[in-house]
């Protein structure tokens, strides 16, 4: 059974590379692409000072919570992930539609959930407005199959999370599922894929494509109905957003990807595009789903790693995994120490709720933000990442949830970020006595002063060896500490 899963996705990771066509847009698109893309340097850099985010992924995938029919996600022999049910489970158009009538999260709290991302140091939240099964968590007059229109809940989250993050000062973007949408969405341009061969040397053309239950309509007509309008809606409706999250470009073609960047542009030039919008054309990179690059120096624009807390997106009522806050920690350090941004993912219950344990977990992994995240927010990364025997390579979701995270951190691994003239070497571990950062050693220029972020001035040698640091008694933080030199 895991044999299957692991095979299935992924063949999922290879395809998603091989995701376009061969053509490209036209020159003058290109053109205006590069314009479009150089004005929005202003979030480019806020982007980069804010490096860590919560992401949510909310919608009615959260009732059935990864079982259908009293069978779990591990007997359909697909996608493990929650926010897939109605695709593994090959759930009828409407028969899941169904699932809007229950759906009623009255103990939701927009400004509960935006403290908690605060609490735990996340300076932005992104919302799936629209996730693959088609359903718009926003009031939308492109189509019904929304929050406000079809359920016994009737409001309107994304609104509610939008103003909470105003209200307590967080910065707020949207992901929009624009390729796949399995309930109105078509064929999602299969037939169209196989005509032009796009399936040869590709194992499964089909990957996302809605082949259960295909709603009537064409794709374009899709794109026109609803795909563009909803973008516009979202782009009118909530003004200043950051970012907008497109996700699986999977058969999507170039004149369509650039169609969706510039809609985006017209009404919000400022907004920030995920690589996901296809064939090239985003703004930031997403190097891979709980994926952090072995060497992000040649990711030429800024990037984003987006981590799930346990093994799933949306919620799954069986998935206990989770990252703990030394887990999560080391996420955001070493993507930090790497210069990327860490998103993390919460999946709410259906009645909108955060599990307890996520929330706890986030929680301490803030309270050390809290002291340390000088080092970090704000911060770019410096000639050296890492120092230390602890070398992960984290190489996706499924990885993760097959084998486990298997990580003994030692008081020697240090990370290293730098803002101005100073120099931070970050440790997730207890220290011992005495503290030795080689890559600290004189040939990196003179050391004026070392100091104990949260504790204070400490005193220090610098050799050639490396800078040695006596640990004030008693000073013994479970989750480590960061040492800040000045030149
Ligand atoms: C996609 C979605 O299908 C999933 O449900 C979730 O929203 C996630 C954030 O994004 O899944 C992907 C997309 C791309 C890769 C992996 C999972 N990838 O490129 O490795």
């Not at 209200?167 to 309930?183: A, C, E, K, P, T």
Request: charged share 25%; hydrophobic share 35%.
């Amino acid at each position: 059974m895991r044999r299957i899963s692991t095979v299935l996705l992924l063949s999922l990771f290879i395809q998603i590379g091989f995701a376009q066509t061969n053509d490209s847009i036209s020159k003058e698109h290109a053109v205006e692409w590069k314009k479009m893309n150089a004005s929005k340097k202003a979030t480019f850099d806020w982007f980069r000072d804010a490096k860590y985010g919560m992401f949510i992924h909310w919608g009615l995938y959260s009732i059935p919570a990864g079982v259908w029919k009293g069978k779990t996600l591990k007997e359909y022999k697909s996608s493990q992930l929650a926010e897939w049910i109605m695709s593994s489970a090959k759930i009828p158009r409407a028969e899941y539609a169904e699932l809007a009538n229950q759906f009623n999260p009255v103990q939701f709290n927009a400004d509960s959930i935006v403290l908690l991302a605060k609490e735990a140091g996340m300076r932005y939240v992104v919302l799936t407005s629209k996730h693959h099964d088609g359903f718009a968590m926003y009031q939308s007059a492109a189509s019904k199959f929304n929050i406000v229109d079809a359920t016994p809940f009737k409001r309107d989250v994304l609104r509610e999370l939008y103003n909470a993050c105003k209200r307590q000062g967080l910065d707020f973007g949207v992901y929009y599922s624009h390729n796949i949408d399995w309930m109105d969405g078509g064929d999602g341009q299969l037939a169209e894929a196989i005509a032009n061969k796009m399936n040869v040397g590709i194992k499964n053309v089909a990957f996302g494509a809605n082949t259960w239950d295909p709603s009537p309509n064409s794709f374009e007509e899709y794109l026109q109905k609803k795909a563009y309008p909803q973008v516009k809606e979202l782009m009118h409706n909530y003004p200043d957003l950051k970012c907008l999250w497109y996700d699986m470009p999977w058969r999507l073609k170039p004149e369509q990807s650039y169609e969706f960047y510039k809609i985006v542009y017209d009404i919000q030039p400022q907004v920030i595009i995920t690589e996901r919008i296809g064939n090239g054309l985003g703004d930031y990179i997403i190097p891979g789903d709980n994926k952090i690059p072995v060497d992000a120096n040649g990711i030429a624009k800024p990037w984003e790693t987006v981590g799930t807390h346990n093994n799933s997106w949306g919620y799954k009522s069986y998935d206990n995994d989770w990252k703990t806050p030394k887990e999560m920690l080391y996420w955001l350090i070493e993507i930090v120490s790497k210069g990327g941004n860490y998103m993390l993912n919460i999946g709410p219950t259906s009645e909108g709720l955060v599990t307890q344990q996520s929330a706890n977990n986030l929680r301490v992994a803030g309270k050390w933000l809290k002291i340390n995240g000088e080092a970090i927010y704000g911060t770019q990364k410096w000639k050296i990442m890492h120092e230390g025997p602890t070398n992960l390579n984290m190489e996706g979701t499924t990885a993760r949830s097959q084998k486990g995270f298997k990580a003994n951190f030692t008081p020697e691994d240090f990370w290293f970020t730098q803002k101005g003239k100073s120099l931070y070497a970050i440790s997730i571990e207890k220290p011992t006595e005495e503290a030795v950062i080689k890559s600290f050693c004189s040939e990196i220029g003179k050391i004026k002063r070392a100091e104990i972020l949260g504790f204070g001035k400490v005193k220090f040698k610098q050799k050639q060896e490396g800078l040695t640091i006596k640990i004030p008694k008693g000073f013994c933080p479970e989750n480590g500490y960061v040492i800040k030199v000045s030149f």
